[in-house]
Each structure stands twice: as C-alpha cells, then as structure tokens.
C-alpha cells in the first residue's frame, strides 16, 4: 500500500506519476460513486496535488457508524467463505478466479473485473451458474422488499440511490466479467425491527491493528450460535432497483447517456486521465476539493476552483466573494445557477422573496435578505433584535441551566434484548448561570465502560442535576430532546424490571416536548428551551457566513464582543474565586492570532494522539444533529478499539473538557446577548 502522508509535494507528485504508469487505472465502487456526485471529480481523486477534504482515514467513519463491524457479522451469516485480504490488485484477481472453478462457494472481498472497472465484492456466493453479491451496509432498515427503496410513483428514492447505485454498478460488472452466469444483486442492512438475541455481542467484534498500522476487526472466538440466532442484519433483493438504474440517463442536461454509454465514457476518460468538464450544479457547494489556508500553504491545489476558472473565467478576486452556496437554508441555487448569477452581489430582493411568518423574530426568507444585505453592503456587523430578544429573556427563570448530549448509535447492540441503532447517551455537562450573574460548571456524565448500556444512569444523574429547581432549561438545536425522547420510549418498552420507570418518565416528559412520531403527546412546563432557534430568529453575526452551529456563531460572538474578551482573556475560568469548573484550571479562553480571538475549541488539548489535525478538524465540524462528531468517534475508539488504561484515561480527559467548552459556549452567547441588550 503507497502512502504519501508527511512526504514532500514534490516527492508525492513523482510517486503518485510512476505508479499511475504501472498500473491500470479503473473505474471502482468509489469512483462510480464520485462520478454520480460531479464526473469532473473523478479526474481529482487521488492525486497528491490536489486538496481534499474527505477523511484521510475512512475506517474512522465507518468506526463511528459501526460498519466494520457490521462487515464481519455479515460474514459470519455466511459462514466458511474464503476472505481474500490482499490489497493487490492482480494478486486478489487471481485468487479470486481460482476458488471461482469451484462449484459452490462462498468469497468476502471478491475481487472483479471487466476492461477497466474493477470491484470488490463484500460477499460473493457461487452456486451452480448462478452469482449473488451482497453489498453490506451499515444503513438501517425497517422494511421488507426493495419497493421499500422506491417513491409511490416507482422512482428510487433519494434516501437510497447511492446504495442501489453501487450495488446496480457491482452487478454490472460482474455480469459482464461472468457472462454466462446469472447474477443477482442484494442489500445487507441493519435490521431496526430485530432484538439482539445476547448480552456483550458488539464487543465480539474489536478493532484490532497489525504491526504495520493496519486496523481491522477480530471476531472473538468466543462467538456463538446464540450470538447469531437472531439476524440484526436483513438481506433484500435488489435486482428490480438495478434494472430501473440502468434504465435511466446519465450525465448532463446538455449530454444525457444511458447507463452502458456512461461508464464507458467515465472509463475513458480516467484511463487516459483526461478531465470531464461538468456544468456547474448545487454538489459544487459540498465539493471537497478545495483548499484551506493550511493546504495553500504547503502548496495543495484547489479543484474546485479550476473548474470554476475554467467554467466561469474567475479570478483569485472572485473567490473572496460569497456566493449562493453560503446563504443559509437557500432553495432556489438550481434556477440562479442556470441563469448564472452565483455571486450573492448579483442577487436582488425578489431572489429571496422576505416574507413574515407568524413567530416574533426573523423569518427564515427575511433572515436570508439580512445576510445578503450584508454581504452585498459589506456590513460586519452583527444584528440582534433587541426588543423582542429581551422579552424572551425576561420570561427565563433563575437559576439558568445549560446542558449538551453527545450521543451515538450503535449498529450491534451492547445488550440483549436491544435493537440495532437504539440511541445511546453518553456524556453530559451541565453549566448554571445564577441570578447574581456567577456561573459554574455544575456537573457532568461520561461512561466509557465497554458493552454497557448507559442511558438509564444517564438520566438518573441528569435527573439529580436539574430536579433541584424550577430554573430554566438550554439546548442548542433538537439533538438532547431528540434523545430524551428515546430514553422515554426505551423505558416505556423496557420488559425488565425498572423500579423508578415512572419518576425518570415523569421527569423526560417534564423538561421535553414529544415528537412528531410519539403517539403520546406532551409539552413540559419546563421544555427545554433550544438556543438555536433563539440564533435564527434574534441574532445574525457576518462571521457565520450563514452558519447557525455554535462552532461557528461562538468565535464570531467572541470576535465583536469587547465584554466577553475584557473578562475571559483573564485566567478566571477553574481559578480560586474565579468560575467553577470540573476540568479546567486558571484557564483563559481569549487568545489572540493577527487581531482575531482564536476558536476556543483550537485552544484544547489533542483528543486523538493517532489522528491527523486535519481529520480532527473534519470530524469536529459537527453540524446541529451532532452525526459523526470527534465525541462519538472518540466513544467509539473506547468500545471497541483495543488500547492502554492510559489512552482511555486521556481520552475521556479531553472528551470532559470538549463537553464542557460546548456548556461554556452557550454560556459565552448568553452572556454576550445580555450585554448587547443591556
């Protein structure tokens, strides 16, 4: 396996040219999967010199979402398969090949292939002249046929195209590789409706490395025929899908072609490297070939801005204006994108269309005119809506309570009885903010003991926490009522016998508002109020660049508030007769670079020891649903990740001090609007 990371440009440039040389270059899952998004990226990936903002290390996604180990149970319902582990391309092709002269068998990592695509095959099972590939993924899923996968008129739904699409690709390819086979196409997902059948099974499945690095995971031989009685995995037939793929146009608006005419197209132009210039879309605002100032820096080139060079004529100067992508909640991009206004200095009232709605505050519409308003008139300052914003203040009841969840989901349940998927509530913190303006890091929860189920001590301890007063209560965004939510249910399902079942019930239903898919309806006295919406209605700052995420609405209220720098840029935070805190010590959270507050989450300690910053940074740009966060990562190396007493210990350390900074964070906005307000 070539690894470029920590070699020079140059050097990478060079390594990357001589292998491209020696081998084939193919179509592949991934690259399919890429030319779907945008065909122009296909030409990008890979190469050294061009930045990309994906992670480096994919295992990371797939330890966070589980689909590792979700991989090795799929095989262990396809019990004496031959795994073919090589990373060769031609060595696992010949492999591959040779156990295929059997008439029955069963191969994980199947390699294929045909002219210039090349796949491998999660599963492959040989019976007869008959070929089933079984495409694993870590998705959950709660129906029973593949007409789940389609929309009321016969359509893929979008929710699971890219998954149809890479098992309609594999079919593909196998089918032309084998042509006188028949070859069947099937989903392996998660199944929500079944019940684990033992305690401790995810924590049969660790993730283990080898000498080189290389993680994977072992499958203890401890595995039994209970552990796998019932099947959390569902297995769907999928061929009906594939065919309604390959009936469908691919391409462009300007060049429709079908199905077999675009994946030769594609195969054409990357073997001989040549790039596909594809017309501007909505996917340019996500692409992740651009480059941050730390990728110009050490000399990374930026895709996304020579397609636009190319495409629009821009210069460096135009790339310093904001565009339609960076307007929040915008729905129109496809119609200016056409019409070829991109800049937001080229939008005009009626693009918008500000409209009021019945809530007090900014409608969404009038939200989007102020930040075109702004940009357009270079206006860096904040907006707040004064009156109405104090109204709502003066409706909150002392002492103020400030809390953040950081939760996972985990694809094989740690206990009996559980689904796949159930919501897990690991960590919280819990700041006060009292009457006479002092404020204290309260409390806070975090389990790391493996194959536990944490979520009824969670509450109890959130229960101690906020059962002392009528204060009222803080979220940022719908994730900690999301999650209440599923603790209320767990224990209103739960057969086991829960002595303060009705209590912690009682309390859920006290502090939240049901959601839309609970039969049960409530709205407690003291429903926890989100300071999201507080953000989209009342405050505006130019910093976001349309972003409501704290992440990024903390360093611009930081930035403009000469209050909260005059009093944090002292060493109060965790001092003697300073702020109370439980993990901090004479800490100051205002630090300058060139003039600008530094992002007080830059300012912690390295959560990971064995993760690039730039992974780090990737995965701590959470969005308001939290999926995929350096949190749940860093649970997620805990449970199942092999490691010392003393790398679980820091861990945990840095995963206290990164909850308590997003308690701080609300705290920090809240101070900042009083002072605004005045």
């Given at each position: 396996?070539?690894?470029?990371?920590?070699?020079?440009?140059?050097?990478?440039?060079?390594?990357?040219?001589?292998?491209?040389?020696?081998?084939?270059?193919?179509?592949?899952?991934?690259?399919?999967?890429?030319?779907?998004?945008?065909?122009?990226?296909?030409?990008?990936?890979?190469?050294?010199?061009?930045?990309?903002?994906?992670?480096?290390?994919?295992?990371?996604?797939?330890?966070?979402?589980?689909?590792?180990?979700?991989?090795?149970?799929?095989?262990?319902?396809?019990?004496?398969?031959?795994?073919?582990?090589?990373?060769?391309?031609?060595?696992?092709?010949?492999?591959?090949?040779e156990l295929l002269k059997q008439d029955r068998v069963i191969i994980y990592e199947a390699a294929v292939r045909s002219g210039n695509f090349f796949i491998r095959v999660d599963i492959l099972v040989k019976?007869?002249?008959?070929?089933?590939?079984?495409?694993?993924?870590?998705?959950?899923?709660?129906?029973?046929?593949?007409?789940?996968?389609?929309?009321?008129?016969?359509?893929?739904?979008?929710?699971?195209?890219?998954?149809?699409?890479?098992?309609?690709?594999?079919?593909?390819?196998?089918?032309?590789?084998?042509?006188?086979?028949?070859?069947?196409?099937?989903?392996?997902?998660?199944?929500?409706?079944?019940?684990?059948?033992?305690?401790?099974?995810?924590?049969?499945?660790?993730?283990?490395?080898?000498?080189?690095?290389?993680?994977?995971?072992?499958?203890?031989?401890?595995?039994?025929?209970?552990?796998?009685?019932?099947?959390?995995?569902?297995?769907?037939?999928?061929?009906?899908?594939?065919?309604?793929?390959?009936?469908?146009?691919?391409?462009?608006?300007?060049?429709?072609?079908?199905?077999?005419?675009?994946?030769?197209?594609?195969?054409?132009?990357?073997a001989d490297d040549r790039k596909i210039i594809s017309p501007l879309s909505t996917a340019c605002g996500s692409c992740e070939f651009r480059t941050t100032e730390e990728d110009e820096i050490a000399g990374?080139?930026?895709?996304?801005?020579?397609?636009w060079e190319e495409t629009l004529g821009w210069t460096n100067e135009d790339f310093k204006e904001q565009t339609i992508f960076n307007i929040w909640n915008y729905r129109r991009k496809d119609k200016l994108?056409?019409?070829?206004?991109?800049?937001?200095?080229?939008?005009?009232?009626?693009?918008?269309?500000?409209?009021?709605?019945?809530?007090?505050?900014?409608?969404?519409?009038?939200?989007?005119?102020?930040?075109?308003?702004?940009?357009?008139?270079?206006?860096?300052?904040?907006?707040?809506?004064?009156?109405?914003?104090?109204?709502?203040?003066?409706?909150?009841?002392?002492?103020?309570?400030?809390?953040?969840?950081?939760?996972?989901?985990?694809?094989?349940?740690?206990?009996?009885?559980?689904?796949?998927?159930?919501?897990?509530?690991?960590?919280?913190?819990?700041?006060?903010?009292?009457?006479?303006?002092?404020?204290?890091?309260?409390?806070?929860?975090?389990?790391?003991?493996?194959?536990?189920?944490?979520?009824?001590?969670?509450?109890?301890?959130?229960?101690?926490?906020?059962?002392?007063?009528?204060?009222?209560?803080?979220?940022?965004?719908?994730?900690?009522?999301?999650?209440?939510?599923?603790?209320?249910?767990?224990?209103?399902?739960?057969?086991?016998?829960?002595?303060?079942?009705?209590?912690?019930?009682?309390?859920?239903?006290?502090?939240?508002?049901?959601?839309?898919?609970?039969?049960?309806?409530?709205?407690?006295?003291?429903?926890?109020?989100?300071?999201?919406?507080?953000?989209?209605?009342?405050?505006?700052?130019?910093?976001?660049?349309?972003?409501?995420?704290?992440?990024?609405?903390?360093?611009?209220?930081?930035?403009?508030?000469?209050?909260?720098?005059?009093?944090?840029?002292?060493?109060?935070?965790?001092?003697?007769?300073?702020?109370?805190?439980?993990?901090?010590?004479?800490?100051?959270?205002?630090?300058?670079?060139?003039?600008?507050?530094?992002?007080?989450?830059?300012?912690?300690?390295?959560?990971?020891?064995?993760?690039?910053?730039?992974?780090?940074?990737?995965?701590?740009?959470?969005?308001?649903?939290?999926?995929?966060?350096?949190?749940?990562?860093?649970?997620?190396?805990?449970?199942?990740?092999?490691?010392?007493?003393?790398?679980?210990?820091?861990?945990?350390?840095?995963?206290?001090?990164?909850?308590?900074?997003?308690?701080?964070?609300?705290?920090?906005?809240?101070?900042?609007?009083?002072?605004?307000?005045?």
């Amino acid at each position: 396996m070539v690894q470029f990371k920590g070699v020079h440009l140059n050097y990478r440039k060079y390594f990357y040219n001589k292998l491209r040389k020696m081998r084939t270059r193919y179509i592949t899952k991934s690259r399919f999967k890429l030319a779907l998004e945008c065909s122009t990226k296909i030409y990008f990936d890979g190469k050294p010199e061009y930045a990309n903002q994906k992670l480096e290390d994919t295992f990371l996604l797939a330890l966070a979402d589980g689909g590792f180990q979700v991989g090795e149970l799929a095989k262990c319902y396809f019990p004496g398969g031959h795994d073919i582990k090589s990373l060769d391309y031609d060595e696992a092709l010949i492999t591959t090949n040779e156990l295929l002269k059997q008439d029955r068998v069963i191969i994980y990592e199947a390699a294929v292939r045909s002219g210039n695509f090349f796949i491998r095959v999660d599963i492959l099972v040989k019976n007869g002249n008959s070929l089933e590939l079984v495409e694993v993924k870590s998705k959950s899923f709660d129906g029973d046929t593949e007409e789940d996968f389609l929309n009321k008129n016969g359509t893929i739904s979008s929710s699971w195209r890219e998954y149809l699409a890479d098992a309609a690709f594999q079919k593909y390819v196998i089918k032309c590789a084998f042509p006188d086979y028949s070859v069947s196409a099937n989903l392996m997902l998660a199944d929500k409706t079944a019940l684990c059948p033992t305690d401790g099974l995810n924590q049969k499945f660790r993730i283990v490395k080898d000498a080189n690095g290389r993680k994977s995971v072992s499958v203890s031989p401890d595995l039994s025929q209970d552990d796998l009685a019932v099947k959390l995995l569902k297995t769907i037939n999928v061929d009906a899908c594939c065919e309604i793929l390959y009936q469908e146009q691919y391409g462009n608006e300007f060049e429709e072609r079908s199905y077999t005419e675009f994946l030769d197209y594609l195969a054409e132009n990357y073997a001989d490297d040549r790039k596909i210039i594809s017309p501007l879309s909505t996917a340019c605002g996500s692409c992740e070939f651009r480059t941050t100032e730390e990728d110009e820096i050490a000399g990374l080139k930026s895709g996304f801005c020579e397609c636009w060079e190319e495409t629009l004529g821009w210069t460096n100067e135009d790339f310093k204006e904001q565009t339609i992508f960076n307007i929040w909640n915008y729905r129109r991009k496809d119609k200016l994108l056409r019409e070829g206004r991109i800049k937001v200095s080229e939008l005009n009232e009626d693009d918008i269309s500000p409209k009021e709605d019945k809530n007090p505050g900014l409608s969404s519409s009038q939200r989007q005119w102020l930040q075109v308003q702004k940009a357009q008139c270079s206006d860096l300052t904040c907006w707040i809506d004064t009156v109405t914003l104090k109204s709502e203040m003066g409706k909150w009841v002392y002492p103020l309570h400030f809390i953040d969840f950081e939760t996972s989901m985990v694809a094989i349940p740690f206990n009996k009885g559980r689904h796949p998927y159930e919501g897990i509530t690991f960590q919280f913190s819990h700041h006060m903010v009292y009457s006479d303006g002092n404020i204290e890091h309260h409390g806070q929860y975090l389990n790391v003991t493996q194959g536990l189920f944490p979520n009824y001590d969670f509450i109890r301890k959130l229960k101690e926490q906020l059962d002392q007063d009528e204060g009222s209560i803080f979220r940022y965004a719908a994730h900690e009522n999301t999650y209440l939510n599923i603790i209320y249910r767990q224990l209103q399902e739960d057969m086991d016998e829960i002595p303060d079942r009705e209590n912690l019930c009682e309390f859920i239903r006290t502090i939240t508002k049901s959601v839309s898919s609970s039969a049960e309806k409530w709205e407690g006295q003291r429903s926890m109020i989100d300071m999201l919406e507080l953000v989209k209605r009342y405050y505006y700052h130019p910093d976001t660049r349309g972003s409501n995420s704290i992440k990024y609405v903390l360093p611009a209220m930081l930035n403009s508030s000469e209050f909260l720098q005059e009093k944090y840029r002292k060493p109060i935070y965790g001092a003697e007769g300073g702020i109370k805190s439980l993990n901090y010590k004479d800490w100051k959270w205002i630090v300058y670079e060139d003039g600008r507050v530094i992002d007080p989450y830059k300012l912690l300690p390295k959560l990971f020891e064995d993760i690039s910053d730039k992974d780090f940074a990737l995965l701590s740009e959470d969005d308001e649903l939290r999926d995929g966060g350096s949190a749940l990562t860093a649970y997620a190396k805990m449970q199942f990740e092999e490691m010392s007493d003393y790398e679980r210990q820091e861990i945990s350390k840095a995963l206290l001090k990164y909850c308590e900074l997003d308690t701080l964070a609300m705290v920090m906005l809240f101070e900042g609007w009083k002072d605004l307000i005045g």
